[in-house]
């Protein structure tokens, strides 16, 4: 078999793969959220709703972009076999999303008063 051939079907075999967990993934959110609507009525699941809308804001803020920028550069250092540069932006990017969580956890918690009456009524 051909390089190419093997390429396309691992291409495939990872496409098709991916679309299974992607299906199983939407699948059981819809269970969960049918669970969650039944279980706690529409005020409560508007109110998880709300919640989880609060925590994935601040989810995005804490990152930074870092795994867009950490999957860029190991990409370029392995390319450059700089595994001790690997290593590092490792070690750097573990202790700044610690450090961002950490302070967004922080915030978080000291303005629940002002976040639980200005979403939540």
Wanted: proline share 1%; aromatic share 12%; charged share 10%.
């Amino acid at each position: 078999m051909s390089e190419v051939n093997k390429a396309l079907k691992t291409l495939v075999k990872g496409a098709g793969i991916s679309f299974i967990g992607v299906m199983l993934t939407k699948a059981s959110g819809y269970i969960y959220k049918l669970l969650t609507a039944n279980v706690l009525g529409s005020e409560g699941y508007g109110t998880l709703s709300l919640g989880i809308m609060v925590f994935s804001m601040a989810t995005t803020f804490m990152m930074l972009g870092i795994p867009s920028g950490i999957t860029r550069f190991i990409a370029e250092y392995q390319s450059q076999n700089k595994k001790k540069k690997i290593q590092g932006l490792f070690n750097v990017s573990m202790k700044v999303t610690l450090l961002t969580s950490f302070l967004a956890g922080l915030i978080i918690f000291a303005s629940s008063d002002f976040i639980a009456n200005t979403f939540f009524n």
